[in-house]
């Protein structure tokens, strides 16, 4: 299987609604796939599971070719993330929050949070508490521990929310960058269709729980 990511039939209900129905949609190297719907369509449940946070009712989802299982831990090694809301710890800085990343994928040395902290432009917050961050530069920092260990596989849910227009664009040229420069696959929601069509190479429409129309 040459794809990065992968679903099958995946499908997840909550109380007998289904939140995603019988999604298959496939994503290979190097693309950035756009995954477009209102809100409550089913977005953030799909990456959940393409992540292993919650499990599917029924269908399957890959990960560089594995099954996405409890016990296939070794996949999110080349996988960064972040769904929703980033989440940070609130009582320390935004580097101590890197740092805290950087051990936790045994990089040496400070050479990736300096960059990291740089390329998203957080110099000036670097040692403020998460806490006092804006909403937009809660999500740097969020975008930021996503792509610390320079993941081979991105999965961004709504990355744009709180940035201003020149923070969009600066997310958007750096995601082109990990595409085109590096070969990074990038899954990406968002319920804008006007920025994300700006950024992908595939479109891929939800609408009820279910892929209505994948458009490249």
């Known amino acids: 299987m040459d794809d990065k990511i992968c679903t099958r039939n995946l499908t997840k209900t909550y109380n007998g609604v289904k939140a995603v129905d019988k999604v298959s949609l496939r994503v290979k190297k190097g693309e950035i796939y756009g ?18 946070m919650v499990r599917p009712t029924s269908g399957e989802c890959f990960i560089n070719g594995q099954p996405v ?35 936790y994928y045994q990089l040496k040395g400070n050479t990736a949070v300096n960059h990291m ?3 998203l432009k957080l110099s000036a917050y670097e040692h403020r508490k998460a806490k006092h961050l804006s909403m937009g530069n809660a999500q740097r920092l969020g975008i930021a521990k996503a792509l ?25 040229d750096l995601l082109h960058e990990l595409a085109y420069t590096r070969g990074t696959t990038i899954f990406i929601s968002s319920h804008i269709l006007g920025e994300i069509s700006k950024i992908a190479t595939k479109i891929g429409i939800i609408h009820n729980g279910q892929l209505i129309q994948e458009l490249t």
């Open 69 to 103: 299982n409890p016990g296939n831990y070794r996949i999110w090694n080349q996988v960064g993330s972040m769904v929703e809301t980033p989440h940070a710890y609130p009582e320390l800085t935004v580097r101590e929050n890197l740092e805290i990343n950087r051990s």
């Open 35 to 52: 995954f477009i719907g209102l809100n409550g369509a089913g977005k953030t449940s799909t990456i959940r599971m393409l992540l292993g």
């Open 148 to 172: 610390l260990h320079e993941p081979e596989i991105l999965l961004l849910d709504e990355p744009s929310n709180g940035l201003d227009p020149a923070g969009i664009v600066e997310i958007r």
């Open 117 to 119: 902290i740089h390329r």
